[in-house]
């Protein structure tokens, strides 16, 4: 708590902002609901975008698996939200070991979207159809809230206006008796406008485990998920605004045994103050309430609880401010500061799953704080055909009052741990440039460094996959990330695009899984991860045709002198991802899409001892427009019904979503 008065500063920046705003004629007011334009060097780190158009056809109508269009995204596992336990849902980039914890910063309308305690993404509260735009940049990020994006950064921002109708509405029904039922509501507001919107979808769920591994005990993955979100943009004066954004969200899973559920749930709110004048700002505030609980079944028979995570309460505060001052027409300057402040506990309690009475054997408690407080400064030269882009971050961090605690059933305290409090001071930075031949050829080169903070749960929480019980580690160090890359983009006709970047990524102290023992797994910084390889992507449309495709090759390895893993490929760490969709999709009239993703084989352990085997599924979507605004739409999902694993621990397997046929309507008017 030793900083949280200047989180608390930070966080009234906004209102500070706007407290005595000038009076200002109130003609010719632009709103956009969008943030400040990209700075021109943006593109010398290889950005891949994702359109509105993209985000509303896709054939599961979520964010996870649409992402997965940019080759070299994953999550820790191949699920979706669908069938995932929610911690597990980590995103990361460039094949640098998985993690259930993100390595990647996935932002919200600047807002860090991570849950405090756990970091994984609330994928299932992030509906496509309320997005304008995702931004994927693969390597260390340096601007705001850069202290997270060791992999990486994934931008989204909420859609505007003009992409928004009056009223929307759609309603789906899905294999399994999943349905999924969303409508916004937009109306303009003096000069700005507010937009509601809500999601419900639920399903019985498919079987996760094998066939030959079932047991009486075994249930589909039945989920029943809804969000809620309410934005609101209101103008100020002709160039600046405020923007305020509010999402509600619950989500229910069952995963593979009978009573083995679990429940996410969160509360947010952020509010931004945008200045496009001479002296440009963007100032934002934001707090975020989440909980998590989870029932672990025994996998052996009678198949009784083990574990009850009944209750893991965390808080995120935070905000920041951005400047851009006006040094003429040939610089564009970035100056600021953000803050992150995360505490959360964990309540648990164990259960003797042999014993038919199923009695408790220990009640367990552990939690924490941390704060990450940043200044960051960047800049962009524009000189003639070249850009030159150059940023550097201080952080200060501080992870203090961390515990566990572990009381038996007869009350008396088995473990008491409290664990020093830990600050230093972290230094980033990155550099880049962009040479622009002709207008068909562009060269670009970038370096950049980076650094993520343990979790609260990484340092803190053990937890079981039965039957492996991986321990927490309230030691372990800062992740730190040095990298380089070199690409080049061509467009050699109008409308057509091909990239391509080759990298070197070197994460010192990553954080992994290690077996120590038989069934026994601890989170442990290792040396590094190295990873090197080379992305393609293309982009192009030729009449009513359109195409996307995306390949990444990453050669990862451990470096860890001394350990049985030396050398090996890391956990969750594919060499080969591919993604390609291509459209039919005139102006008006029936639409058609495809689209095929392929990855690799991976491992699920450190040793290489358990394998997933490699996947390849095809995706479809078609759409006919009947009039009046509606639209019949056919969705379908691994249609040729490939077999996915997603798990395997000792050859104790999870699958992936087996083909899935949707059918529905949308309205738009």
Same mark, same amino acid.
Request: charged share 20%; proline share 6%.
């Given at each position: 708590?030793?900083?949280?008065?200047?989180?608390?500063?930070?966080?009234?920046?906004?209102?500070?902002? !706007? @407290?005595?705003?000038?009076?200002?004629?109130?003609?010719?007011? *632009?709103?956009?609901? #969008?943030? +400040?334009?990209?700075?021109? /060097?943006?593109?010398?780190?290889?950005?891949?975008?994702?359109?509105?158009?993209?985000?509303?056809?896709?054939?599961s109508?979520r964010?996870?698996?649409?992402?997965?269009?940019?080759?070299?995204?994953?999550?820790?596992?191949?699920?979706?939200?669908?069938?995932?336990?929610p911690?597990?849902?980590?995103?990361?980039?460039r094949?640098?070991?998985?993690?259930?914890?993100?390595?990647?910063?996935?932002?919200l309308?600047g807002v860090?979207?991570?849950?405090?305690?756990?970091g994984?993404?609330?994928?299932?509260?992030?509906v496509p159809?309320?997005?304008?735009?995702v931004?994927?940049t693969?390597?260390?990020?340096?601007?705001?809230?850069?202290?997270?994006?060791v992999?990486?950064?994934?931008?989204l921002?909420s859609?505007?206006?003009?992409?928004?109708?009056? !009223? @929307?509405?759609?309603a789906?029904?899905g294999s399994?008796?999943? *349905?999924?039922?969303? #409508?916004? +509501?937009?109306p303009d507001l /003096?000069g700005?406008?507010v937009?509601?919107s809500?999601?419900?979808?639920?399903?019985?769920?498919?079987?996760?485990?094998?066939?030959?591994?079932?047991?009486?005990?075994?249930v589909?993955?039945?989920?029943?998920?809804?969000?809620?979100?309410?934005?609101a943009?209101?103008?100020?004066?002709?160039?600046?605004?405020?923007?305020f954004r509010?999402t509600?969200?619950?989500?229910?899973r069952?995963l593979?045994?009978?009573?083995?559920d679990?429940?996410s749930?969160?509360?947010?709110?952020?509010i931004?103050?945008?200045?496009?004048?001479?002296?440009?700002?963007?100032?934002?505030?934001?707090?975020?309430?989440?909980?998590?609980?989870?029932i672990?079944?025994?996998?052996?028979?009678?198949?009784r609880k083990?574990?009850?995570?009944?209750?893991?309460?965390?808080?995120?505060?935070?905000?920041?401010?951005?400047?851009?001052?006006?040094?003429?027409?040939?610089?564009?300057?970035?100056?600021?500061?953000?803050?992150?402040?995360?505490?959360?506990?964990?309540?648990?309690t164990?259960?003797?799953?042999?014993?038919?009475?199923?009695?408790?054997?220990?009640?367990?408690?552990?939690?924490?704080?941390?704060i990450t407080?940043?200044?960051?400064?960047e800049?962009?030269?524009?000189?003639?055909s070249l850009?030159?882009?150059?940023?550097?971050?201080?952080?200060?961090?501080?992870?203090?009052?961390?515990?566990?605690?572990?009381?038996?059933?007869?009350?008396?305290?088995t473990?008491?741990?409290?664990?020093?409090?830990?600050?230093?001071?972290?230094?980033?930075?990155?550099?880049?440039?962009?040479?622009?031949?002709?207008?068909?050829?562009?060269?670009r080169?970038?370096?950049?460094?980076?650094f993520?903070?343990p979790?609260?749960?990484?340092?803190?929480?053990?937890?079981v996959?039965f039957?492996?019980?991986?321990?927490?580690?309230?030691?372990?160090?800062?992740?730190?990330?040095?990298?380089?890359?070199?690409?080049?983009?061509?467009?050699?006709?109008p409308?057509?695009m091909l990239?391509?970047?080759?990298?070197?990524?070197?994460?010192?102290?990553?954080?992994a899984?290690?077996t120590?023992?038989?069934n026994?797994?601890q989170r442990?910084?290792?040396?590094a991860?190295?990873?090197?390889g080379?992305e393609?992507?293309?982009?192009?449309?030729?009449?009513d045709?359109?195409l996307?495709?995306?390949?990444?090759?990453?050669?990862?390895?451990?470096?860890a002198?001394?350990?049985?893993f030396?050398?090996?490929t890391?956990?969750?760490?594919?060499r080969?991802?591919?993604?390609?969709?291509?459209?039919?999709?005139p102006?008006q009239?029936?639409?058609?899409?495809?689209?095929?993703?392929?990855?690799?084989?991976q491992?699920e352990d450190?040793?290489?001892?358990?394998?997933?085997?490699d996947?390849?599924?095809?995706?479809a979507?078609?759409?006919?427009?009947?009039?009046?605004?509606?639209?019949?739409?056919?969705?379908?999902?691994?249609?040729?019904?490939?077999?996915?694993?997603?798990?395997?621990?000792?050859?104790?397997m999870?699958?992936?979503?087996?083909?899935?046929?949707?059918?529905?309507?949308?309205?738009?008017?």
């Amino acid at each position: 708590m030793r900083y949280l008065p200047l989180s608390i500063a930070l966080a009234a920046a906004p209102g500070m902002a !706007f @407290a005595q705003p000038q009076a200002e004629p109130q003609t010719n007011i *632009t709103v956009t609901g #969008a943030g +400040l334009p990209l700075p021109p /060097g943006t593109p010398a780190y290889g950005s891949a975008m994702i359109d509105h158009d993209r985000l509303t056809n896709s054939a599961s109508g979520r964010i996870e698996n649409v992402l997965g269009d940019v080759a070299g995204f994953q999550q820790f596992r191949r699920s979706d939200s669908r069938s995932a336990n929610p911690s597990a849902q980590g995103a990361t980039l460039r094949a640098l070991g998985g993690n259930a914890s993100s390595r990647t910063l996935l932002l919200l309308d600047g807002v860090p979207m991570a849950d405090p305690f756990f970091g994984y993404i609330p994928f299932s509260a992030l509906v496509p159809d309320r997005l304008s735009v995702v931004r994927v940049t693969r390597g260390g990020g340096v601007g705001a809230f850069g202290a997270g994006a060791v992999a990486g950064t994934i931008e989204l921002a909420s859609a505007t206006r003009d992409q928004l109708p009056t !009223f @929307a509405a759609s309603a789906f029904y899905g294999s399994k008796d999943a *349905t999924e039922l969303a #409508a916004t +509501l937009t109306p303009d507001l /003096g000069g700005g406008y507010v937009s509601l919107s809500g999601r419900w979808d639920r399903g019985d769920g498919f079987q996760t485990t094998p066939r030959d591994q079932r047991v009486a005990a075994t249930v589909p993955a039945a989920y029943d998920g809804w969000s809620a979100n309410l934005r609101a943009v209101a103008p100020l004066s002709a160039t600046s605004e405020l923007q305020f954004r509010a999402t509600v969200f619950h989500d229910d899973r069952t995963l593979r045994f009978r009573g083995a559920d679990s429940m996410s749930e969160g509360q947010d709110a952020s509010i931004r103050y945008i200045s496009r004048g001479a002296w440009q700002v963007d100032a934002l505030a934001y707090i975020q309430s989440r909980n998590f609980s989870n029932i672990v079944i025994s996998s052996n028979a009678p198949f009784r609880k083990s574990l009850d995570q009944r209750n893991t309460p965390s808080t995120g505060i935070g905000g920041k401010i951005e400047l851009r001052p006006p040094v003429g027409p040939d610089h564009v300057l970035r100056i600021g500061a953000d803050t992150r402040f995360a505490t959360g506990d964990m309540f648990e309690t164990a259960y003797n799953a042999g014993d038919p009475a199923n009695p408790v054997t220990a009640r367990r408690r552990a939690g924490g704080e941390q704060i990450t407080t940043g200044f960051f400064a960047e800049d962009d030269w524009t000189i003639g055909s070249l850009i030159l882009t150059g940023g550097v971050r201080a952080d200060h961090w501080r992870i203090s009052d961390g515990f566990y605690r572990q009381v038996g059933a007869d009350g008396i305290v088995t473990v008491n741990e409290d664990f020093g409090n830990r600050s230093d001071w972290q230094f980033s930075g990155r550099a880049g440039a962009l040479f622009q031949i002709s207008e068909a050829l562009a060269l670009r080169a970038a370096g950049y460094t980076g650094f993520r903070l343990p979790t609260l749960n990484e340092l803190y929480r053990p937890f079981v996959v039965f039957p492996i019980r991986t321990e927490a580690n309230a030691a372990l160090s800062p992740e730190k990330l040095k990298g380089v890359e070199a690409g080049v983009d061509f467009t050699p006709l109008p409308g057509l695009m091909l990239a391509a970047t080759a990298f070197y990524n070197k994460l010192d102290n990553a954080i992994a899984n290690v077996t120590t023992g038989l069934n026994l797994r601890q989170r442990q910084n290792v040396d590094a991860v190295i990873a090197k390889g080379v992305e393609l992507t293309a982009s192009g449309r030729i009449s009513d045709f359109l195409l996307s495709a995306s390949y990444a090759y990453s050669h990862s390895k451990v470096r860890a002198p001394g350990e049985a893993f030396n050398g090996l490929t890391p956990a969750q760490s594919p060499r080969h991802a591919a993604s390609a969709t291509l459209a039919w999709r005139p102006e008006q009239g029936p639409a058609l899409s495809a689209t095929l993703r392929y990855v690799s084989k991976q491992y699920e352990d450190d040793l290489q001892s358990d394998v997933l085997p490699d996947a390849l599924t095809v995706d479809a979507v078609a759409s006919l427009p009947l009039g009046h605004g509606v639209t019949l739409v056919a969705r379908g999902e691994n249609l040729f019904d490939e077999e996915v694993v997603t798990r395997n621990a000792r050859g104790s397997m999870d699958l992936g979503t087996p083909r899935t046929i949707w059918i529905g309507f949308r309205f738009a008017r």
